[in-house]
Each structure stands twice: as structure tokens, then as C-alpha cells.
């Protein structure tokens, strides 16, 4: 299928990612974890996006499930973009952000939650290629993200970051 051409911004997403990252929090001890994303688009003018990690033990094994999120990416002119994701924990988010290559930051503008979510009331994140840790300087790149979040009470604070390799291309 082709790509829209609005979402050629966004394109270096594209495919199934996978990898490890560690995360913490004021509120929790730090851990590590393991990751999938998955951005896939299906000829119309945004990307679908959906996550799942787990936890890993010091061995890298995997653990039990941690969180997981889905949503939609939407390009807008002038390289902006619009991000919208839901949590199962009762949490939705709206960012707005922009792309420059292939980086892209964006922070809340909305944050909604359910009755029994978690207190969030901010987010900022960052995404982007780097070179990939077992690349020798040539054209592989792995997707990096850091997200700080803004809850229970505490400032933007640094909350999980993660570098991930595709392991599938864009279908």
C-alpha cells in the first residue's frame, strides 16, 4: 500500500522495533524493561501506533507485563504533528510536537484520566534515529526515546528512555 504523502515526515517510523530500556520514577524503584512498537499506516494520512513492555530481570529474561499504550500519529504542515494515545490504566493524552529529520518532540496539551487513574498530569518525549550499537558507522539506525512525566504530585521528571531496533520493515 502506498504512503499517504502527508506522512512522509513521519515514514522513518515505519515497521516493528524492538529492544530494551530502563525506567523509574520518585514514586518507584528504577527497572528495566523490554519493548515492541509497532507503527504501521494503511494508505490514509496518519500512522497507528501501539506499545507494549515488560519487565526484565537482571539476566534480560522477560518478566511480567508493564504497560501499554495505542494511539494515532497525524502529520500537520509546517512539520508539526499531532499525537493522540490511550493507556488501559485510564489515562489519555494529546501531544503536539515537531520533526526536524528524523527527530521529533512534542509535550502534552491534554492529559485525561478516569476516576481511578494515576494522577499524570503532563508528558514530553523525544524519539529519534541514532546509530545503531551494532553498526560499524553504516546506514543501520535504531529508534531512541526518552519520556519524562509529570505526576503524583512531581514535576516533569525523567521516566523511561529506550533504544530499539527494527526488526520489521513498514508493511
Known sequence: MALHPDLEPLGFLLGRWEGAGIGGYPTIESFRFGQEIVFSHNGKAFLS????????????RIGAPLGTESGYWRPRPGNQVEVMLAHPTGIA???????????????????????TAKEVTAGHRLYGLVPSSQSSG????????AYDMAAMGHPLTSHLSAQLKRVAPAE
Open 49 to 60: 501506533y501501539i506499545s507494549r513492555t515488560w519487565r526484565l530481570d537482571d539476566k534480560g
Open 93 to 115: 493524552e494529546i501531544y503536539l510536537g515537531e520533526t526536524s529529520g528524523t527527530r521529533i518532540e512534542m509535550a502534552t496539551d491534554v492529559v485525561a484520566r478516569t476516576a
Open 138 to 145: 553504516g546506514p543501520a539506525r535504531d529508534l531512541a526515546y
